[in-house]
């Protein structure tokens, strides 16, 4: 049994900044983050993997970095120049394998809201 327990989200201005945390008790090689706007389907931010491969969602690219601390047993992610656009709530996910794809995750924690606004 995997459980997830986000942290960090919050209210930013535009190209603010704002990190997300995933404690997680129990491991899994791949993980990542997901988010869901309202009216929205949920779709994948961030993965990666247990040897450190990444990959991003396109309209996050260059903007949010996802990490992990094995000794912590926590996942990160870094949101930097935030938009209204990325408003959502995220959610910190085990996945089955290497692929962003809800299909793919087994385990999700509750989820944390982000907003952006001015």
């Known amino acids: 049994q995997v459980t997830l327990v986000e942290s960090g989200g919050d209210s930013v201005q535009p190209g603010g900044s704002l990190t997300l945390s995933c404690a997680i008790r129990?491991?899994?090689?791949?993980m990542g983050w997901f988010r869901q706007a309202p009216g929205k389907e949920r779709e994948g931010v961030a993965i990666?993997?247990?040897?450190?491969?990444?990959r991003y969602g396109e309209s996050v690219k260059g903007r949010f970095t996802i990490s992990r601390d094995s000794a912590k047993n926590t996942l990160y992610l870094h949101m930097n120049s935030l938009r209204p656009e990325d408003t959502a709530t995220y959610y910190c996910a085990t996945l089955r394998a290497f692929v962003m794809s809800s299909g793919w995750v087994n385990y999700w924690g509750q989820g944390t809201q982000v907003t952006v606004s001015s």
């Open positions: 990666i993997s247990r040897d450190g491969l990444t």
């Open positions: 129990g491991w899994s090689d791949s």
